[in-house]
């Protein structure tokens, strides 16, 4: 019995100790489990921007389980637990993100980078909130309550932005850590390190001034980043993710039909998702049956109903049974179907192994849960030029020569078949990057369809016998041998039938054709060539001899050396405006993920952010727009009147209206110019009278507290808070200039009263009009328009132009009107510049704005059909924005250019 008891004893001390051998090497795995639990956390948040980014546990717990057996024969260390937890990582999102849109992909980068510092302890109260929405109410409920006074420093650099200022004034208030190297902003060499960081290309790239790079985290450098480059956050976000998670979360837009294939059981659909192009995904089916010789049955169902229904389980009965694939499209219009046809896979007791369920829809909000949960989801769109992409000629290129097939790849033997194959790529990805680079871009939206008629028409090309062509053939001769091609024939195809089918802007057409003529030739194809001031080169594996890997080698090389994303790749010239633009959507879904409100919030600082109108106005303490300015009795009122009082002084007083009748007789009478005048001088008067009776209702609420109109509150609003009343803004007009304060926004209304004035005098007195001082520019082109038709008797309207030349001599050596038509100036010329000593156009200096035009002489005549082919019809817009037509072309001649050059250059000129 003793020697039973010590046994017993024994054999229990043994079992304690593999108990607590097991509860230690299981405690080694708990960074494991945490990081797959953040991981399914930020899969959840995405569904809160898109439903149809749902992600199950059980969809999630494979991912996990099969990192843990991996584990198995390894002895769990630190090293060993860090090289799984990157493993799981990078296998659970590149799985997640294959269903992901392109353009939400960089969200879901920046919220697993923000997710997995959280769970380490990283992200301190309010960092996230900040990242979102820099100035909100949000984000200043979320700091911890700062123990010190707002910072007082007044913005100290001209050269930087008061949102910038603002941003980083919030930063120091509620961050420690920031407090005192925002006191030394200023000091020592600090302001060329802060303007360097404000004005490089790559500031996610450049070191942080005062030594912060190694004292803050990486959500911190963020802060500083979305502080002062807003436009630049995105690209940090992904480079940051793609160096601390994975690269393959941002960059993996392959579609690797066969592994997918291979991850998922009979039983688990596959669902495609697309936007734009439902084309993409019959392809993707219908190529990867082909090579492994499956029958693949395909259904569009447009509605559901009885007949539909019973019709979709037939065939996915009678494919469960043959082992074939079946194809069900548009299925978001069919909701109930799909729940009907899982209902029977998953009772189906004997399965074909080769049977799959292939399902493709677009994105709606009645979807199914439990078909979401119980897919794997695919997005089949071509990558887009789209905010919140900042590789986008990378991802594209990849996703472009996934799409050449093997039999496409085997259609040529010539030596430039392949890096046709690739420029043609490059062209469709080109042409999708140009209209990102607005405003000098287009809003045309090319689909993966036209890409496939590229390849049709190369191929066509490229395999036509063409032998027994003459000297005088147009069809040039093949110096390889064997056929001959027609590189214009092929040129034509793709610029007029293929991408220009939807084209309608002559300028568009011009650029579009301008562009293949420089990658779609033999030269091109070479492998010494090089993308225009770029300096980049076809990947090398373009001129090896065509193997069946071919493709996945170009693709390796590009993904190492991708092809340069930048205006000049566009054959564009690089200015500060032709750079992408936006991030509202990217701000817009992570302040929906994070619960925050992204509204613009005010922030209690001390002293204005910019010079006041005058002396202390608009310079109180903001705290709160809970109550309106006009119902305040403090300081704020004093300023607002200050600045009513100082505004209604500098406001001209206007016309009256028989005195402006009395004018227009003596300028002429009852002619075009007089009726136009006449409009501009009623439309100026009512602006007028709106800004000076808002100013004096302001003035007035003081001492006779009332309720105001809500537009009488606004511009209260906004004169309190340094800003140009955006009321004003909507009445005066487009053709009012950016506003940057208050008192030069009402300059410019100054000149522009002063101007018409003069010119209602006399047009000796006026010799030179500002054209961009009309409400109606296009009124006063009638008139010249209609003066040149009177003295054409017998010539049809619709055959006259305006002709235009651009004088050397600015508006103060004009003295007298010209004989026919008119002198104007207060144009603004982009994408070059204008040389006044030889008289002619030239390429703008890099990252230069615009360039202002010396007097140019408009007249009207009859339309000339022999145009040279080096003159050039620069469109000439009413604002910046160039969502009208132009108001007319202004014509540039320079001798020996061709008008292409200034096409590719996206030459423009406006008003404003």
Same mark, same amino acid.
């Not at 680079?437 to 049709?456: H, K």
């Given at each position: 019995m003793k020697k039973h008891h010590t046994e017993a004893l024994e054999n229990l001390e043994h079992a304690r100790g593999s108990e607590a051998n097991v509860l230690k090497s299981r405690e080694a795995y708990r960074p494991l489990a945490v990081r797959a639990a953040v991981i399914y956390r930020t899969s959840m948040l995405m569904a809160r921007i898109n439903s149809m980014y749902q992600w199950s546990l059980l969809q999630f717990l494979p991912v996990f389980e099969s990192s843990v057996r991996q584990s198995d024969s390894i002895n769990p260390s630190r090293t060993t637990i860090n090289i799984l937890l990157d493993q799981l990582t990078t296998t659970a999102c590149i799985t997640y993100n294959k269903g992901l849109f392109a353009v939400d992909k960089a969200i879901f980068a920046l919220a697993t980078l923000l997710e997995i510092e959280d769970s380490a302890g990283n992200v301190g109260p309010g960092e996230r909130e900040y990242l979102v929405a820099p100035i909100s109410d949000t984000t200043a409920k979320a700091f911890p309550k700062p123990t010190g006074p707002p910072p007082t420093k007044r913005k100290v650099f001209e050269w930087m932005s008061d949102e910038q200022w603002q941003n980083l004034q919030v930063l120091a208030h509620h961050c420690s850590w920031f407090t005192d190297v925002f006191d030394r902003i200023n000091k020592d060499s600090a302001e060329v390190k802060w303007r360097h960081l404000c004005e490089c290309d790559s500031p996610e790239s450049t070191t942080l001034p005062d030594v912060l790079d190694q004292r803050v985290t990486k959500i911190q450098h963020l802060m500083i980043i979305r502080a002062i480059r807003p436009s630049r956050f995105i690209n940090a976000a992904q480079k940051f993710a793609s160096d601390w998670i994975s690269k393959k979360i941002v960059s993996d837009n392959s579609i690797d039909l066969s592994s997918i294939i291979k991850s998922v059981s009979p039983r688990c659909p596959i669902l495609m998702l697309y936007k734009e192009e439902a084309e993409n995904a019959k392809f993707l089916i219908n190529e990867m049956?082909?090579?492994?010789?499956?029958?693949?049955?395909?259904l569009y169902v447009g509605k559901s109903g009885t007949m539909e229904l019973h019709q979709c389980q037939m065939i996915v009965n009678k494919a469960i049974q043959t082992g074939q694939w079946v194809h069900l499209h548009a299925v978001h219009n069919c909701p109930d179907i799909l729940l009907n046809l899982f209902v029977s896979i998953n009772a189906a007791k004997v399965m074909n192994s080769n049977f799959r369920l292939w399902l493709s829809c677009e994105p709606v909000d009645n979807f199914p849960a439990a078909v979401l949960q119980s897919c794997l989801k695919v997005c089949t769109d071509s990558p887009r030029p789209t905010n919140g992409q900042s590789a986008f000629l990378k991802d594209g290129m990849i996703r472009s020569l996934s799409w050449i097939t093997s039999d496409v790849l085997n259609a040529g033997s010539r030596a430039d078949w392949l890096p046709l194959l690739h420029n043609l790529c490059l062209i469709f990805n080109l042409f999708q990057l140009r209209g990102?680079?607005?405003?000098?871009?287009?809003?045309?939206?090319?689909?993966?369809?036209?890409?496939?008629?590229?390849?049709?028409?190369?191929v066509q090309e490229f395999s036509d016998e063409k032998s027994g062509t003459s000297a005088s053939s147009p069809v040039p001769s093949n110096p390889q041998g064997g056929k001959a091609v027609s590189w214009t024939a092929l040129r034509y195809i793709l610029g007029e039938v293929i991408y220009g089918a939807q084209v309608s802007d002559p300028i568009d057409k011009q650029v579009i054709n301008a562009m293949l003529d420089h990658f779609i030739t033999p030269a091109a194809c070479k492998r010494d060539y090089e993308v225009p001031k770029t300096k980049w080169k076809l990947p090398s594996y373009c001129f090896q001899p065509t193997r069946s890997n071919q493709i996945s080698q170009i693709v390796s090389q590009i993904?190492?050396?991708?092809?340069?994303?930048?205006?000049?790749?566009?054959?564009?010239? !690089?200015?500060?405006?032709?750079?992408?633009?936006?991030?509202?959507?990217?701000?817009?879904?992570?302040?929906?993920?994070?619960?925050?409100d992204a509204k613009e919030g005010e922030v209690e600082m001390a002293g204005p952010l910019s010079t006041p109108v005058r002396g202390s106005a608009n310079s109180a303490t903001i705290k709160s727009r809970d109550r309106s300015p006009l119902t305040l009795k403090s300081a704020k009122d004093i300023d607002l009147i200050e600045t009513a009082n100082i505004l209604l002084q500098k406001l001209p007083k206007g016309w009256h209206k028989d005195y402006v009748g009395e004018r227009l007789k003596k300028l002429g009478g009852l002619v075009p110019f007089t009726y136009f005048m006449n409009n501009e001088m009623l439309k100026m008067q009512s602006v007028l009278d709106e800004i000076r009776g808002t100013l004096v209702a302001i003035k007035t609420c003081s001492e006779q507290p009332t309720i105001h109109s809500e537009k009488v509150i606004s511009v209260a609003h906004d004169l309190l808070y340094q800003k140009v009343p955006r009321y004003w803004q909507?009445?005066?007009?487009?053709?009012t200039?950016?506003? =940057?304060?208050?008192?030069?926004?009402?300059?410019?209304?100054?000149?522009?009263?002063?101007?018409?004035?003069?010119?209602?005098? !006399?047009?000796?007195?006026?010799?030179?009009?500002?054209?961009?001082?009309?409400?109606?520019?296009?009124?006063?082109?009638?008139s010249v328009m209609h003066e040149?038709?009177?003295?054409?008797?017998? %010539?049809?309207?619709?055959?006259? =132009?305006?002709? %235009?030349?651009?004088?050397?001599?600015?508006?103060?050596?004009i003295r007298e009107s010209p004989h026919?038509?008119?002198?104007?100036?207060?144009?603004?010329?982009?994408?070059?510049?204008?040389?006044?000593?030889?008289?002619?156009?030239?390429?703008?200096?890099?990252?230069?704005?615009?360039t202002q035009l010396p007097v140019i002489h408009v007249t009207a005549g009859p339309s000339q059909t022999d145009r040279t082919h080096c003159l050039y019809q620069c469109p000439v817009y009413a604002t910046r924005d160039m969502e009208n037509?132009?108001?007319?072309?202004?014509?540039?001649?320079?001798?020996?250019?061709h008008y292409s050059k200034w096409a590719l250059r996206g030459l423009c000129c406006t008003l404003r």
């Open positions: 049956a082909y090579k492994r010789q499956q029958d693949v049955l395909s990102k680079l607005a405003p000098n871009g287009w809003n045309y939206t090319w689909t993966a369809a036209e890409l496939w008629e590229s390849f049709g028409a190369a993904e190492n050396n991708p092809p340069p994303e930048s205006c000049e790749a566009c054959l564009m010239n !690089s200015s500060s405006e032709t750079l992408p633009q936006g991030e509202k959507y990217f701000f817009n879904q992570l302040a929906q993920i994070y619960d925050v909507m009445v005066a007009g487009s053709l200039p950016n506003p =940057t304060n208050t008192l030069s926004w009402i300059g410019d209304i100054v000149q522009r009263c002063s101007h018409l004035e003069r010119a209602l005098q !006399s047009r000796e007195r006026v010799p030179c009009l500002w054209i961009s001082v009309f409400f109606n520019p296009e009124g006063l082109l009638g040149a038709v009177q003295t054409f008797d017998g %010539t049809a309207f619709e055959e006259f =132009t305006f002709l %235009t030349e651009i004088t050397n001599r600015d508006k103060d050596h026919e038509g008119m002198f104007v100036y207060g144009i603004s010329l982009y994408g070059a510049s204008w040389e006044r000593t030889i008289n002619e156009m030239q390429d703008i200096a890099p990252k230069s704005k615009f037509k132009p108001l007319f072309s202004l014509d540039i001649f320079n001798e020996n250019v």
